[in-house]
């Protein structure tokens, strides 16, 4: 099971907002806006704002988006 598409993502990210969030209380709405969903942004913006590793970050991006599909 792969990822959905940039194109699928970014068609449903504004309807995810709010389970993102949820889930990555510390970033903003608007901060989650600007990602539309795209991986390394996202996890960018939890690596840093969690100070965690990129590694980890993007393991948590990728379990949030696959649940999207």
């Known amino acids: 099971m792969g990822l959905p598409s940039a194109d699928e993502l970014k068609g449903k990210w504004k309807q ?7 889930a990555w209380g510390k970033l903003t709405e608007d901060e989650l806006l600007q990602a539309e969903g ?4 996202l996890a960018g913006l939890i690596q840093e704002r969690y100070a965690i590793t990129r590694d980890e970050a993007e393991k948590q991006v990728k379990d949030f988006l696959g649940k999207l599909k």
């Open 38 to 41: 795209r991986e390394e942004k």
């Open 16 to 22: 995810q907002v709010g389970a993102a969030k949820l």
